[in-house]
Structures are given as structure tokens and as C-alpha cells.
């Protein structure tokens, strides 16, 4: 049963009273404005499009469903990460959060939490992995890695429950278009596992080598800004999978039983380092057109700076694997410095944490490596900080990543 407009908001002012007296009144942002809308529909488009454009602009378009139902909490979790979005000012266009105060994205989070049954019944609807994957974003952005856990944890349980990793497992009756929509979510959580396992240190819970799930289609029927996009995404998705191996490999296993050491699966040290070269050959044209031509959207150019910064991730890492001179790793920092300094802060502020623990990542990683051949190469002194121009409006969980992971 749907529950109205109306409701739903008394629900919010309900819920506001039960704060502090300072905090403003909250109401409907996604129910019922169409900028709130577009607030929405930025962080799954450009970093994890957990459903469909069209679904997130029109699904709650009429009506609000009930607390109940699996889309209510799909509902709260979207409102959570872009009110979280609006309050960094994490948008292309600025006039989208101009005018009331920004929602307490923890209304929003703390009543999708509530939401979640104690056991799931035998459904494959997808709103449940939907919902679990946008808190655990919300929680990595929050710096809540408890939560993080949580949630990874509950998607990979429904994993599990219904062989999500294997498309030959699916619904036989759904259509190519639900198919595509099932690869993209897949593939968008493993993508933020990956993230979040290289940034702490965590295990990865669904390596790629058990996944049997392909890539969303691309189609002639596309405008050439999603062709390109589509292009760019799975490509990205691709540099995901080979961080997983450069993870893998950097870590190794040190207390293997020698009867197991044998089974280990572990590429040698070109391996890497091929692959990514053939990777990057293999490029999709498109990728490679006139930055000046029609489909250079926001989140096309958005995209073009998360390509440059995997990039250099796997190559860093790949290059430590090898045990690669450091000069050669400072040469591959030092140029990706200089492509990093041409882009613009909004960028940044768009990618939320994302791109800017890559940096941090890769900074990191130059400092490892000035160190590596007892001292020999030292940093160049603009290369000891990663100067990210008007670094002081990040949030305050990349600083503290910044003080954690860069060493002077």
C-alpha cells in the first residue's frame, strides 16, 4: 500500500521534534522538489548508480510506500547519501542546494536502519542489496567503518542467499534491461569492497575470481554521453579488478602451510604490470575523443579524473610489486602530480572521499618508495603533500586520512 505525500511529511516533522530545538524542521526534499531531486540522483550517477536514472526520478513521483516495504527503506537510504551530498556542497550546480537548510542525513539514515527485518524472507528484490550498499556508503563517507561492516556484511549474506555473483542464477524471465540493471548494482558494490579494502586494510569478502556476472550492455540505441560513460565506467571496473590482484599480491600470505603454498594463485611480478598495459591499450576509442566534443558532460569529465587516479594506483602498486627502482615509481608520481594539479577543486569536492583517498593512497606510496634502496631517491619537497587547492573545504575524514596516511 502507498502511503501519501502528506504522511510522509508529518512523519518528518514528527521525527524532527524528537531533536534538539536548533535543529530546522525537516521535510520531504525527494517526494516532492525536483532540484532535491537532481541532488539525489547525482551520487548514484556519477560514483554508484545502484538503480536506474529514470526509477530514481519517477518511482516516488506520486507516492511514498509504506514503512514496511523494501522500497520505503531504499527511499531513506537515497535521502540520507544526498542529503550527506548537499551538506559538502558535493554538486556540479550550486543553485541545486541554494535556499531551506540542508536535511539531517542521520533522520534519514537512522529511520532506513530501522527498517531493516530481522530476517529477509526468500525475495530477490533488489531494493534490500540496493539499500545495503547506499549505507555503506554513507557509512565510509561518514568514517564509520562499524557500519561499514554492517552493511557489506548484510549485501553479501543476500549474496550468498541467492547466488547474486552468478548470472546464471537469476530470474529466467526478467528482461535485458533488469539484466543490465543487476550488473551494474553488482559490480557497484564490488567496486566500493574494493575501495574501502584498500584503504583499510580490510579482506575482500567477494574476490573476482568467483564472480560470474558480465558488464551492463552498451547499445547503439544510447545517446553518446551514456555510450561513453557506460564505456568509461566498465573500464574503471576493470582497474578495480586488477587493484584487487595488486592487493592481493603486495600482501601475500606469510604463514601458509608449505602442503598450500603450492595452490597459492598469485600472478607474477610483470603479470601486473602487463595487464595494465594491455588494459590501457585496449582503451575503448570513445575514452579517447576530443575532450571538446559533445558528450564531455560533468560526470564524463568526472569520470576522465577517476581513470587518471586508478591508473596510477595500479601502476604504483603493480611497480612496488615488482620491486620496480624508485626512481621509476617517483617518475609515475611525478606526472601524475602534474595532471592531478590541472583539475578543478569542484572535482574534489564532487568525489567526496573517494578520489581523494586514492591520492592519499598513492602519496602514501611515494613516500614508501622514497624510502626504498636505503634512502637513495629523497622527494621532491612538492611532492611530500599531496596540495590539493583548497584542500581546507574537504571533509574533515580526509584530513584525518591525510594525517594517517601521508608522511612527511
Known amino acids: 500500500m502507498g502511503r501519501s505525500e502528506g504522511s510522509f511529511k508529518e512523519w518528518i516533522h514528527d521525527q524532527s521534534d524528537k531533536d534538539s530545538a536548533s ?28 538503480l536506474p536514472e529514470k526509477d530514481l526520478l519517477t518511482r516516488w513521483e506520486d507516492s511514498i510506500p509504506g514503512p514496511e516495504e523494501p522500497s520505503y527503506m531504499l527511499l531513506m537510504a537515497l535521502c540520507a547519501v544526498s542529503s550527506q551530498t548537499a551538506s559538502l556542497k ?3 550546480d550550486s543553485a541545486l542546494i541554494d535556499g531551506p537548510p540542508v536535511h539531517d542525513s542521520d533522520l534519514y539514515f537512522l529511520e532506513a536502519v530501522s527498517k531493516i527485518p530481522m530476517r529477509i524472507a526468500q525475495s530477490q528484490d533488489l531494493d534490500y542489496l540496493r539499500s545495503f550498499g547506499l549505507l555503506a556508503v554513507y557509512s565510509l563517507r561518514c568514517g564509520n567503518h562499524t557500519d561499514l561492516h554492517r552493511y557489506l556484511g548484510l549485501y553479501h549474506a543476500l549474496v550468498a542467499q541467492h547466488g547474486f555473483h552468478d548470472e546464471s542464477r537469476w530470474p529466467s524471465d526478467i528482461s535485458l534491461s533488469d539484466v543490465d540493471d543487476r550488473r551494474r548494482l553488482f559490480w557497484c558494490v564490488y567496486r566500493l569492497e574494493i575501495h574501502s579494502a584498500c584503504v583499510l586494510g580490510h579482506v575482500v569478502r567477494m574476490p573476482e575470481s568467483q564472480v560470474f556476472v558480465l558488464y551492463p550492455r552498451i547499445t547503439p540505441a544510447m545517446e ?8 568509461g565506467w566498465d573500464y574503471i571496473t576493470d582497474l578495480y579488478r586488477l587493484l584487487e590482484y595488486a592487493m592481493f599480491s ?25 595487464s595494465l598495459h594491455r588494459l590501457k591499450a585496449a582503451k575503448p576509442r570513445i575514452l579517447l575523443a576530443d575532450p571538446d566534443s559533445a558528450f564531455q558532460s560533468n ?19 603493480a611497480l ?8 621509476e ?10 595532471e592531478v594539479a590541472m583539475v578543478p577543486l569542484i572535482m574534489f569536492r564532487i568525489a567526496s572521499s573517494q578520489i581523494v583517498h586514492q591520492i592519499l593512497g598513492v602519496g602514501h606510496m611515494l613516500c614508501n618508495a622514497s624510502r626504498y634502496e636505503n634512502g637513495q631517491y629523497r622527494l621532491n619537497p612538492s611532492a611530500q603533500f599531496f596540495l590539493v587547492p583548497g584542500k581546507e573545504e574537504l571533509t574533515q575524514e580526509d584530513a584525518e586520512h591525510g594525517e594517517k596516511n601521508v608522511e612527511t
Not at 525536483?34 to 548514484?44: D, F, K, L, N, Y
Not at 560526470?299 to 602498486?317: F, G, H, P, Q, S
Request: hydrophobic share 45%; with cysteine.
Open 23 to 50: 535543529r530546522e524542521p525537516v521535510t520531504s526534499a525527494t517526494a516532492e522538489d525536483s532540484s532535491a531531486a537532481e541532488v539525489a540522483v547525482q551520487p548514484t550517477k556519477l560514483h554508484f548508480p545502484f
Open 90 to 92: 558535493a554538486v556540479f
Open 224 to 231: 553518446p554521453e551514456t555510450q561513453a560513460w557506460t564505456a
Open 250 to 274: 603486495l600482501r601475500g600470505c606469510k604463514n601458509r602451510k608449505p602442503i598450500l603454498a603450492g595452490l597459492l594463485d598469485r600472478p607474477s611480478p610483470t603479470t601486473l604490470l602487463d
Open 299 to 317: 560526470r564524463c569529465k568526472y569520470m576522465a579524473v577517476e581513470i587518471i587516479c586508478m591508473e596510477t594506483l595500479v601502476n604504483i602498486m
Open 320 to 327: 612496488l610489486y615488482c620491486q620496480a627502482p624508485a626512481s
Open 329 to 338: 615509481v617517483m617518475t609515475v608520481a611525478d606526472n601524475f602530480l602534474k
